[in-house]
């Protein structure tokens, strides 16, 4: 399999339901498309993408900066976001530069024969520029197709694929629809340098007129600038933005679907800061009291006014960061952070109009802080669903969950009984993820564990506070752009004494371990001392998913779940009157070791978690995926070494290029 990205500023249209228009904007972007192509591959494939990079250079005085601040924004590289591959050489290294003005570069993957088929995806990863290529659209889904079917496990290594059972009594599968999740935050700047940004000047709204051309282009003011309202309301830059989350490059496109058929719907948050509480609502006649979820006048089929707060379409998770569930997770909302992603079976059992929203809420639950949108999350509208009544006359009496266990015993047709039984009950063991070397339905909880590492996440604000330093080998950030620099607390790394280091090309920064060894992170925020913050996160780390063991409440220093492993009641209740306290944490409780390679992160909880370096020598990056914080510093990296090589000695394989 290959694949050409040419990467270069492209001009492109953007709707605005707010401005009842569309916005021009002028991005960088692969192919010239807001969202770049969807790559199909399969096990054992050799993925070969050559990357070419069309924009030009920079001012000198642009870049480039001192590390961990965000520059040299035409610099560029690839991820692939989940795939279990080499980080080394023309693989999955996110150490080498491609230059502008011509830089080329040609990736190859050789994707194992044993790699799980999931939802991935692609984005840009330039250390600094990584927040400005991802929001500008550098970002596209990685589908591996699954074919192996659970007759066949004995010389597929164990490894039967979902897929493989997704198909209705005539072999007919089921719709397979990928959504890219994107929030591109587009500005207009009056002037050629992009130094201001135009804003309302009562209310710090972001504003475009409609002759202007929008673009991504300054890091403080499109990423982590907000304002303060007379009211003493802080509202950071997405919220100011006002723009909206697109689906594969579309705003609030009309999707089509019909009543009975089960979908599979692959959700990919390709979002840099913000989090997405999926819902699917009917919708209902008559105007909201929310007037962001009123449906627009294209997307009805009257001309009757239309509102998404109709009854909730369960959403049945069968898969988290493209790894199958050991068990269907059944959601009303889907909370979906930066890097995320998740494959849900979704049925309506009647026509009409539905909606997909990103859900109001409080900020406990979101990667924005408190401080920043105190008056929560509003809702908004991401899509909408024209359902038809399907012409040949498939029963849609039947309800959500008779739905996809009829689905799954058509599928499953041929199987041995107990298989057929343990997905009628919603038991996925025998096609769920398992780690390399093991045996279906197995996990990491028997292996003995090597080292006990930390990953806690801070951020030390910018200008530093009286009594602040910089961590050892840290420069002062230009302060125009960085409002933090990053860190990540590992206890087994230290520097001079400091256990909170931001990311560094210094050997004597990073952590060490062997081929073969198991580690068990903790995983967490806390303050580091003068002038630092806690706040919320996402952990990501390349190559290697990590399984979640448990998740502590730090105040009690218990575990959130119970002996059942399901969540203890005051994690997933709301109190009496419907408010939510700081315990009410729904997002964890159906993360009882599941596996997956991103997960959030937020204060007053721990998250314990296990990985195995079963293969791939080479440096794994280790950072928080609101990439922002990552372009500031707040990334590490794992170097995975060889059992039989001096854990003192660095290899220059993966450190090629012009960092």
Request: negative net charge.
């Amino acid at each position: 399999m290959s694949a050409d990205l040419e990467l270069a500023y492209s001009r492109n249209r953007i709707w605005n339901p707010s401005e009842n228009r569309y916005d021009s904007v002028k991005l960088r972007s692969y192919n010239g498309c807001l969202a770049a192509p969807t790559i199909v591959v399969s096990p054992g494939d050799e993925l070969r993408i050559d990357l070419h990079n069309d924009l030009p250079s920079e001012p000198d005085a642009d870049c480039s900066k001192p590390i961990n601040t965000p520059s040299c924004f035409n610099r560029q590289n690839l991820h692939l976001h989940g795939m279990h591959v080499s980080p080394e050489g023309h693989a999955d290294n996110v150490m080498h530069s491609i230059l502008p003005d011509g830089g080329t570069w040609n990736y190859q993957y050789a994707i194992p024969d044993t790699h799980p088929a999931g939802t991935f995806w692609y984005h840009a990863h330039q250390h600094g520029a990584t927040s400005i290529g991802v929001a500008s659209g550098e970002e596209g889904a990685l589908i591996v197709r699954g074919q192996r079917r659970y007759a066949d496990r004995a010389r597929n290594g164990g490894v039967a694929d979902i897929d493989t059972v997704l198909h209705d009594r005539y072999g007919n599968p089921v719709t397979d629809r990928i959504m890219l999740f994107e929030q591109i935050p587009y500005g207009c700047f009056s002037d050629a340098d992009h130094k201001t940004l135009l804003q309302d000047s009562n209310t710090g709204v972001w504003t475009c007129p409609a002759n202007a051309e929008g673009g991504v282009e300054n890091f403080r003011s499109q990423f982590i600038s907000s304002r303060t309202d007379a009211d003493g309301t802080q509202r950071d830059a997405w919220s100011l933005s006002q723009r909206y989350t697109l689906v594969n490059g579309q705003t609030q496109p009309v999707l089509e679907a019909h009543t009975g058929d089960v979908e599979r719907w692959r959700m990919i948050a390709g979002g840099v800061h913000d989090t997405l509480n999926v819902q699917i609502v009917q919708a209902r006649s008559g105007n909201g009291k929310t007037r962001n979820l009123n449906i627009p006048a294209y997307a009805r089929n009257s001309g009757n006014a239309m509102t998404c707060d109709g009854a909730v379409v369960g959403q049945y998770e069968i898969a988290e960061d493209g790894l199958t569930r050991r068990d269907i997770s059944r959601k009303g909302i889907n909370y979906l952070y930066p890097g995320q992603r998740s494959d849900v079976l979704v049925s309506f059992r009647k026509p009409g109009l539905y909606c997909v929203i990103d859900q109001g809420g409080s900020t406990l639950n979101t990667v924005v802080p408190y401080k920043s949108r105190p008056q929560g999350k509003s809702p908004s509208i991401i899509a909408v669903v024209s359902v038809k009544a399907e012409s040949w006359g498939r029963e849609t009496s039947s309800d959500e969950d008779t739905r996809i266990r009829q689905l799954f015993l058509e599928g499953s047709e041929g199987l041995p009984m107990f298989v057929r039984a343990r997905l009628a009950r919603f038991d996925l063991t025998d096609f769920a993820f398992f780690p390399p070397g093991g045996v279906p339905g197995s996990d990491l909880s028997s292996l003995t564990v090597t080292h006990s590492p930390t990953a806690y996440f801070a951020a030390l604000t910018m200008p530093l506070a009286d009594g602040a330093s910089l961590p050892p080998g840290q420069p002062m950030p230009d302060t125009s752009i960085n409002g933090m620099i990053g860190l990540v607390q590992n206890t087994l790394v230290s520097v001079d004494g400091v256990t909170a280091l931001p990311f560094s090309m210094d050997p004597t920064h990073i952590y060490k371990v062997r081929l073969g060894d198991v580690d068990e992170w903790r995983i967490g925020t806390r303050t580091m001392g003068t002038g630092t913050t806690a706040g919320q996160h996402v952990f990501h780390i390349h190559v290697n998913p990590v399984e979640i063991m448990d998740i502590v409440d730090t105040s009690t220093g218990e575990s959130i779940f119970t002996d059942d492993h399901t969540c203890k009641l005051k994690y997933r209740l709301k109190d009496a009157d419907g408010t939510e306290n700081s315990s009410y944490s729904p997002e964890f409780c159906d993360q009882y070791h599941v596996f997956r390679d991103s997960l959030f992160v937020k204060p007053g909880f721990e998250t314990v978690v296990r990985t195995q370096y079963a293969d791939f020598p080479g440096d794994a990056m280790l950072h928080c995926h609101i990439l922002d914080h990552e372009d500031q510093g707040m990334m590490t990296y794992v170097s995975v070494r060889k059992a039989e090589d001096d854990m003192d000695a660095m290899s220059d394989a993966s450190m090629s290029g012009t960092m």
